[in-house]
């Protein structure tokens, strides 16, 4: 395993910020809603992540090739956003979730937030919530913001934050909207930054995620009937692997 390393583009001068972070997981939830919340704000570009395990790739936006796991910083918001446009090898989750809660501790920023999606199958419209810090529970619980999780597990980055914010008395907070296993969803990406925007007391624009989500809502009910009504013969049965219980 290579050491993970945090490269600052800009020396960040803030007082107590919040972090917010967003990586690939069910549904793209994180990266799509990180991503927004950078449109919405246009925060500076101050740092970026690197591993010689990260895929070799490049995110290119508005002509410009840029790390896809990048650092941002709204002066305005006291907003830290981190957001990753591949997939975090899982052998370097504990380095990455090691570093980037030494970052948090550099900056004296107040909380670290993530945001991700979560197959649930309950309720499609569905919003959770776990942190390692019990005030932030009670408040989303008094306010019925998202529904608290009392039981699973979590795994990868956001995991070992969550279980290190536990022992150390860092407050970190995971946000998960119900979202497909399938497909991209920004339907639950708007759901999780209706839920952030209530936590953090900033307005975040979810207009285009909410009808992109209709829009590919409307495309796979046209696919399904479409589907449904060519018949095809098959002698395989359907199981249903899903081991429940668990969330990520």
Known sequence: MHEIEIHKITELKAKNPTIIMGFPGTGLVGSVAASQIIDALQPEFIGYITSPDFAPLAAI????PLPPARIH????HNLVI?????????????????????YAKQINAN??????????????????AISSDRKTIKNIISK???????????????????SRGSMEGFSVLSILA????DYLDPKAAANVLKVLSSV?????DTTRLE??????TSALKESMIKSKSTPKKTDVKQIDTDPGGMFG
């Open 82 to 102: 981190i957001v990753s446009e591949m997939t975090i090898p899982v052998n370097s989750s504990l380095d990455l979730a090691d570093k980037l809660l030494s």
């Open 211 to 216: 009808r992109e989500g209709k829009e590919l």
């Open 111 to 128: 909380s670290i937030i993530s945001l991700g999606g979560i197959s649930m199958k309950e309720d499609e419209n569905a919003v959770y």
């Open 200 to 204: 953090i007391g900033i307005s975040l």
């Open 73 to 76: 910083y709204s002066q305005k």
């Open 178 to 181: 119900e979202a497909s296993q």
């Open 61 to 64: 936006h508005d002509y410009v």
């Open 144 to 162: 019925k913001l998202a529904k608290p999780i009392r039981e699973g597990a979590t795994t990868g980055v956001t995991g070992i934050l969550l």
